[in-house]
């Protein structure tokens, strides 16, 4: 039993030891792993790491926010820079249809 390193309990040792003997085993699972991975693992980790975090999410909020507030034309002296629905240049486009004289989507011949 005090040979294979998968037993899960040792009657000789504490159950701290116990404890900490499975972590160290889990250690050593997680090292030979992480040795293997590929730079690109690596990176997407790293990714998840910073991009899932509660403070980048935060961030994302704030920024958001900000932005949907100033283009409601709620920020008094801040002119919206990308007011919707419209055009780039502040000019309601009714019905959501285009003015005359501005092409839609090019078809393909036929």
Do not use: Y
């Not at 037993?7 to 050593?28: A, G, T």
């Not at 991009?51 to 994302?60: A, E, H, K, R, Y």
């Not at 055009?87 to 090019?106: F, L, Q, S, Y």
Request: net charge positive.
């Amino acid at each position: 039993m005090l040979n294979n390193p998968f037993s899960s309990f040792n009657p000789k040792l504490s159950r701290e030891e116990n404890i900490e003997q499975r972590l160290d085993l889990v250690k050593s699972f997680k090292a030979k792993a992480n040795a293997k991975r590929s730079p690109a693992e690596k990176f997407a980790d790293w990714m998840t790491e910073k991009f899932g975090s509660i403070v980048f999410l935060s961030i994302n909020g704030l920024w958001f926010f900000g932005w949907i507030i100033i283009n409601t034309g709620l920020v008094p002296g801040i002119k919206p820079f990308d007011p919707f629905p419209g055009r780039a240049d502040g000019h309601e486009v009714e019905n959501n249809r285009p003015e005359p004289g501005i092409k839609g989507p090019v078809s393909s011949p036929s």
